[in-house]
């Protein structure tokens, strides 16, 4: 017997079986992922199964989805009889069911996966659709019921989730967010909010109603989880003040933290530095220093920034040239190489959105150029293509390495935690 308090707009959901495909949309903090790690957690304990969860990258799977999964298990005091496994990533049940989790980075990885008779796709929109339609392919047990479950917060109409679970005859979107539940053919749709999950704290809500003045695109996804056309503007929240006051406003941050980030370039592309100062309590992000220039040879452009070697500032620069970072190094500035992985792109332009404000100096006319008025690149279609912009802004890349290993309050992260009745905000990573 297990006895678990959970929100009761989800209590139907944690014990409905009856379609194949389940599509949960909704806002931040809604406890979408949460209600369906526990209802695989309830079904394989009665049932013997293998289930799949996935995620487009792979290494994000630790932190987010097996870290939620273990968070629930001890939670029921059920550590004792479901093992945690963690390399290979699994966990297992006393009667033989498992869920495993894979990356779709690494197809290939998939090809070895047999009886699979449950995925759960989260953070669907991140996936490709030729990557969805594999997994229905690898979707197969001889008798059991197949099931397939996809959470996703909703972005652009041009997203493949949106195409292919409402661009159907009898899907009317509208009536979702109304009716909040339906089931048409084989699918199942769920639309949750922030305020369904009743342990989230208030201030969190107020967090997400902030959004409205300064992310309205955000505000749409995140608080309203409604699905729409992303505006073209990539930070909305830019804005450029007199240089005196934005350093008067750095020097006045308690605890602030500043970062350097450095992006190369030689004919086309420009080397670019950007110094910067996090306002971490209030989610600014201030930009105060730039360098910008192109057709500079490494020695060149050492004389000319080699105040950074008195300073022993630490550039985080682009790690897809360590030869360069090794030079540097060698001509005794403090340099490393920023993380990058497949899909890092998208992952630093998310984090550097989320800053309520970006206040940039009005000094800095480089990062003003790229910056102030810089849009997403968009598809034939017409719709947007969310890691990729109208120009090369070659600050922007310079920002996001200068942000590697901090982590703006993710809104979306911090409340996982708060759905077992925890109400701090997630831990940042410094």
């Not at 059920?78 to 006393?94: A, G, K, N, W």
């Not at 659709?129 to 996703?152: A, N, V």
């Not at 060149?300 to 070697?309: D, R, Y």
Request: aromatic fraction near 12%.
């Amino acid at each position: 017997m297990i006895e678990k308090e959970v929100n009761p707009h989800f209590e139907d959901f944690l014990f409905d079986w009856q379609s194949k495909f389940q599509f949960l949309v909704g806002g931040y903090g809604s406890s979408k992922s949460y209600h369906i790690a526990f209802k695989l957690i309830l079904e394989l304990l009665q049932e013997k199964r293998t289930a799949l969860v996935v995620r487009e990258v792979y290494d994000t799977i630790r932190d987010s989805c097996f870290s939620l999964f273990e968070e629930i298990i001890v939670d029921l005091g059920l550590e004792d009889v479901i093992r945690t496994v963690t390399s290979p990533m699994q966990i297992r049940f006393p009667n033989g069911s498992k869920i495993i989790f894979k990356g779709m980075d690494k197809p290939s990885k998939l090809k070895s996966i047999n009886n699979v008779s449950i995925i759960w796709c989260e953070e669907g929109s991140e996936l490709k659709y030729e990557g969805f339609k594999e997994l229905i392919g690898r979707l197969r047990h001889p008798t059991l019921s197949l099931h397939m479950i996809i959470s996703t917060n909703p972005v652009g109409k041009g997203n493949w989730t949106f195409k292919h679970f409402f661009k159907v005859p009898g899907v009317d979107e509208e009536l979702l967010y109304r009716e909040r539940m339906l089931r048409i053919g084989q699918t199942y749709y769920h639309h949750s909010l922030a305020d369904d999950n009743l342990f989230l704290p208030q201030s969190y809500i107020e967090q997400l109603e902030e959004l409205k003045a300064y992310d309205p695109d955000l505000y749409r996804v995140a608080r309203q989880g409604r699905f729409g056309v992303n505006g073209k503007l990539v930070l909305p929240q830019f804005e450029i003040r007199p240089h005196e006051e934005v350093m008067q406003a750095v020097h006045g941050i308690p605890g602030r933290m500043l970062r350097v980030g450095m992006d190369f370039g030689f004919v086309e592309s420009y080397n670019a530095i950007v110094r910067m100062a996090i306002d971490h309590e209030r989610k600014i992000l201030y930009l105060y220093w730039q360098y910008y220039k192109n057709g500079m040879t490494d020695d060149l452009t050492a004389e000319e920034i080699a105040e950074f070697k008195d300073t022993n500032e630490l550039i985080r620069a682009d790690s897809a040239e360590p030869k360069t970072i090794k030079y540097y190094r060698q001509q005794g500035f403090n340099m490393r190489g920023a993380k990058k992985f497949q899909g890092s792109r998208l992952a630093y332009t998310k984090k550097v959105k989320r800053f309520k404000k970006i206040i940039c100096s009005d000094a800095c006319t480089d990062i003003i150029a790229e910056l102030k008025e810089l849009t997403f690149a968009v598809d034939r279609d017409g719709n947007i293509i969310e890691d990729e912009f109208s120009i090369d802004p070659h600050t922007f890349s310079a920002i996001w390495y200068g942000l590697d290993g901090y982590e703006v309050a993710d809104l979306k992260s911090a409340a996982v935690g708060n759905v077992a009745g925890k109400n701090e905000m997630a831990e940042v990573d410094w």
